[in-house]
C-alpha cells in the first residue's frame, strides 16, 4: 500500500506542484492591495511608462523627469507606515491624470521588468496591478520548473531547498508582488545552479541549461542592477563547483561568459548601480568604529528579516514570532545537512556565499553612513541567501541526509508559516493591525470587489502550499546516479551514488 501511494504521488507529482505553488502565490497576489510592495508609489509608474509615452497610461508632462499617469496611483499607498489603519484610504475610482514625480525617466533602474509589466497596465488599475503580480507568479513558477526539468537529476535537490526553504513569508511577498526584486530573487534561485548543471552535461541538455542561465539573467539584471552583480556572482559559483569535470568547459564558460556581459551591461545601464558603490544617498557623518562593529554583528538580522523577523510590506506588517522560529529552523537544517560532509569545491563555494551574504550589506551600510536598521532591506540580501541555500545543499548524498521525517517536518514548519504570514497580511489591511476578529473579513474596511473572501483567500492559498510541500516531501523515490548526472571519475565531487531528493517533480 505504502509504494502504491507513493508511486501516486510521483506520477501527480509534475503538474500538481507547479499549480499549487501558482495558486499559493496568486493568494498572496490578493493579499495586499495596490501600491503594498516597497516603493510602490515609484515602481507603478515607472510600469505605467515602461513602453514609453500612450495616451491615458503614460503622456508628457513638460517636464523630462516626470510623467502623467492615471490619478488612482497617486495615493495607492496611502496607508504605509500606518499598521493600525486598513486600506481603506485608496480610493481606486479617481480619474485623470497626475504627476508623478518619482518614476523612471533617469533611468534608475534598468528597463525589462517595467517595460514587461507594462503590458498589463490599463486604465482599470486594480485590474492592472492583479494581473500583473499573477504574471510574476506564474513567470516565477515557470521559470524554476523549467530548471528543475532541465538540471541533472542529483541537483535538483539543491533548487528546491534554496528556492523554497528561504520563500516564506518575504520570498513569496514579493515573487507575487509588482517589486522589480521579484526577478532579482528569481534569477538569484536559478542562474547558478544552471551555469553549475552545464559543466555536468552534454549534448540538448547543456544547450538548455545554458539558455535558462541566459534568460534568467536577463529577467534579474533587467529588473535591478545588483541583480547583474548577484548573477555573475552566481555564474562564478557555478563554474568554480563544476569545472575540471573531464566534459567540454566551452559551452559553460561562454555561458557564463555572456552573463557577466549581460549582468555589466545591465549594471552600468542604471543609476542605481551607483547607490551599490558609494551607497545610498544619505546626509548621516561616517560611521564610528563601535558602530562599524555593531554594524558586523548585527549583519545577520537582515538574514532573519527575510524570513519573518522584519515586517512586508512597507516594512509596517510585523509578522507573529513563530513565522521567523519555523522558517529559521528550516534554514539552520538546509546549512547543516547540506554542509555535513562538503568537498573542497563545495566548502570553498559555500564559503565564498557566507562572505557574500555578510560583506555585501556591511559594505553598503558602511557607504551610506547607516546602522542595521535604516537604509538596507532584507529584499536586497535575499537573493544571497537563496544562492548560499543553494550551493550547500549540491552534495551528491543530500537526498539521503534529507530522509523522510526530515522532510515533513520542514513542510510542515513552512507551511505553518506560510499560513500565519498570510493571514496577518491579509488582516493588516483589511482592518488594520489592530483587528481582533478570527476572520480577517469580519468588518473589512478593504478588499477586492471581484475576489473571493480574505479568509477563503488565506485558506485556498495556504491549503496550496502545503499541498505543494507535501507532494515534493513524499515523491522522493531510491534512483542511482548515472549518465549526465554522475560527476566525472577522479573528481573532488565523486561520491557514492544515493537517492535523489523529490526526484519525478
Keep these: 500500500m505504502h509504494r502504491r501511494s507513493s508511486s501516486a504521488v510521483r506520477t501527480l507529482a509534475p503538474w500538481l506542484v507547479p499549480l499549487m505553488l501558482f495558486i499559493a502565490l496568486g493568494a498572496w497576489s490578493f493579499a495586499s492591495p495596490v501600491g503594498a510592495s516597497p516603493d510602490d508609489d515609484f515602481h507603478l509608474p515607472s510600469i505605467w511608462c515602461g513602453l514609453g509615452e ?56 534598468p528597463p525589462v521588468f517595467y517595460a514587461t509589466m507594462s503590458v498589463f497596465a490599463g486604465p482599470d488599475v486594480p485590474t492592472s496591478v492583479l494581473l500583473m503580480r499573477l504574471a510574476n507568479s506564474a513567470i516565477a513558477v ?85 541583480a547583474g552583480a548577484f548573477a555573475i556572482f552566481g555564474a562564478l559559483l557555478g563554474l568554480l ?8 568547459a566551452v559551452i559553460p564558460l561562454v555561458t557564463a561568459a555572456t552573463v557577466a556581459v549581460l549582468g555589466v551591461a545591465f549594471y552600468l545601464s542604471a543609476g542605481q548601480s551607483g547607490s551599490l558603490v558609494a551607497g545610498l544617498p544619505s546626509e548621516n557623518p561616517p560611521l564610528t ?14 538574514w532573519t528579516g527575510a524570513l519573518g523577523g522584519w515586517g512586508l ?6 509578522m507573529p514570532s513563530a513565522v521567523v522560529v519555523a522558517t529559521t529552523l528550516v534554514v539552520g537544517g538546509i546549512l547543516f545537512l547540506g554542509m555535513a560532509r562538503p568537498t573542497l569545491r563545495e566548502g570553498i563555494a559555500a564559503a565564498l556565499a557566507v562572505a557574500a551574504l555578510w560583506g555585501v550589506p556591511f559594505i553598503l551600510l558602511a557607504q551610506s553612513r547607516a546602522v ?36 515533513m517536518i520542514a513542510a510542515g514548519a513552512l507551511s505553518v508559516a506560510f499560513a500565519l504570514a498570510i493571514y496577518t497580511n491579509v488582516r493588516r489591511y483589511t482592518t488594520g493591525t489592530d483587528g481582533t476578529a478570527l476572520d480577517p473579513g469580519t468588518g473589512a474596511e478593504w478588499w477586492w470587489p ?29 534512483a542511482r546516479v548515472t549518465g549526465d548526472d554522475a560527476p566525472a571519475a577522479g573528481s573532488d565531487a565523486e561520491a557514492p551514488p544515493v537517492a535523489d531528493a523529490v526526484t519525478r517533480i
Design 142 to 226: 515557470g521559470l524554476i520548473t523549467a530548471v528543475f526539468w532541465a538540471l541533472p537529476r542529483r541537483l535538483r535537490p539543491a533548487l528546491v531547498l534554496s528556492a523554497v526553504g528561504s520563500a516564506v513569508p518575504l520570498g513569496v511577498f514579493v515573487y507575487a508582488s509588482t517589486n522589480p526584486s521579484s526577478w532579482a530573487l528569481l534569477s538569484a534561485a536559478t542562474v547558478w545552479i544552471s551555469v553549475y548543471a552545464a559543466t555536468l552535461t552534454t549534448g540538448r541538455r547543456q544547450w538548455v541549461l545554458a539558455g535558462l542561465a541566459v534568460l534568467a539573467t536577463v529577467l534579474g539584471a533587467g529588473a535591478r542592477a545588483d
Design 372 to 407: 542595521v536598521g535604516t537604509q538596507v532591506q532584507p529584499r536586497y540580501i535575499l537573493p544571497l541567501l537563496i544562492i548560499l541555500l543553494g550551493v550547500a545543499s549540491v552534495a551528491a548524498d543530500v537526498e539521503g541526509r534529507w530522509t523522510r521525517t526530515r522532510r
Design 289 to 302: 568604529r563601535a558602530q562599524l562593529i555593531d554594524n558586523a554583528l548585527n549583519v545577520p538580522t537582515l
Design 54 to 109: 500612450r495616451p491615458g497610461l503614460c503622456e508628457d508632462s513638460g517636464d523630462p523627469a516626470t510623467r502623467l499617469v492615471p490619478t488612482p496611483l497617486k495615493d495607492a499607498s496611502c496607508y504605509a507606515f500606518l499598521p493600525a489603519d486598513s486600506a481603506a484610504c485608496w480610493d481606486p475610482g479617481t480619474s485623470g491624470l497626475f504627476e508623478a514625480t518619482r518614476v523612471n525617466t533617469g533611468p534608475l533602474y
Design 313 to 318: 510590506g512597507w516594512l509596517d506588517t510585523p
Design 450 to 478: 471581484f475576489a473571493p473572501s480574505p479568509l477563503l483567500t488565506v485558506i485556498v492559498g495556504s491549503l496550496a502550499f502545503a499541498a505543494g510541500l507535501a507532494v515534493l516531501a513524499l515523491s522522493g523515490r531510491p
Design 241 to 248: 563547483l563544476g569545472l575540471g569535470r573531464r566534459r567540454s
